[in-house]
């Protein structure tokens, strides 16, 4: 278990619907990552908040959003969901303060229909 | 930019083999450099890590793999594989800077399939 927690383990919505996906970090953390793993792109990075603030941006749609919030939680906005946004969404946290090893959620599979 | 090469997509090798998984970065600063593990349906698992120091790192479940500077390469080996190791393992850099620590760059995945 690596301590960190990512609901639904499921999702299944139509197109052009909208979908909030939750992240909780390893106690301590205070760095939130999101990553997308798909057949034909990989694992890709999303977006990076650090203590509430974004501090990276990869290869997010601007149909994606998210935010993480005063007690450290993360949540993934997906809207005008498209059949190719399905994929498994990943969820990983670091102490964001020197130790660079990030450790994984066990993922949302997302699948739009 | 940095990017990861994982030059097979698949390796087969019997039980108790030796086995070797290839990674090639690029990268034009200071990087750290991360084995992730993926079996069936889970999450990644966080296998080995080099971050400074001595360039052999090692995992607890018998891998280990050699950060080689010159050739920029991070190959993860095992002399004897079980076929318990049967998963994905992927390949990732960092560059070590600032608050974009963890923010990882993945290959694309080496499937190991190990057979009895």
């Known amino acids: 278990d690596s301590g960190v927690t990512q609901t639904p383990k499921h999702l299944i919505t139509a197109t052009g619907q909208r979908v909030t996906l939750r992240c909780s970090p390893r106690?301590?953390?205070?760095?939130v990552y999101w990553y997308q793993q798909s057949l034909d792109q990989g694992l890709q990075f999303l977006i990076q908040?650090?203590?509430?603030?974004?501090?990276a941006k990869g290869n997010i749609l601007e149909r994606f959003s998210a935010q993480q919030f005063p007690d450290l939680h993360s949540e993934l906005n997906l809207s005008s969901l498209e059949l190719g946004d399905s994929a498994l969404y990943f969820c990983?946290?670091?102490?964001?303060?020197?130790?660079?090893?990030?450790?994984f959620g066990q993922g949302t599979r997302l699948t739009v229909v | 930019a940095q990017s990861v090469t994982q030059l097979d997509s698949q390796v087969p090798v019997f039980e108790e083999a030796p086995v070797e998984l290839r990674c090639n970065y690029s990268?034009?600063?200071?990087?750290?450099l991360f084995w992730y593990v993926q079996y069936p349906n889970q999450g990644l698992q966080l296998l080995l890590k080099?971050?400074?120091?001595?360039?052999l790192v090692e995992s607890i479940n018998g891998f280990e793999a050699e950060f080689n500077k010159s050739q920029t390469s991070f190959h993860l080996r095992k002399p004897s594989v079980h076929i318990s190791d049967t998963a994905e393992y992927f390949c990732?850099?960092?560059?070590?800077?600032?608050?974009?620590?963890?923010?990882?760059?993945f290959g694309k995945g080496t499937k190991l399939s190990v057979k009895p």
């Open positions: 990983a946290s670091s102490d964001g303060q020197g130790r660079p090893e990030a450790f």
């Open positions: 990732a850099v960092s560059e070590g800077y600032g608050g974009s620590q963890g923010n990882l760059i």
């Open positions: 990268s034009s600063v200071s990087v750290y």
């Open positions: 106690s301590g953390d205070l760095s």
């Open positions: 080099y971050l400074s120091g001595s360039t």
């Open positions: 908040y650090y203590n509430g603030e974004e501090r």
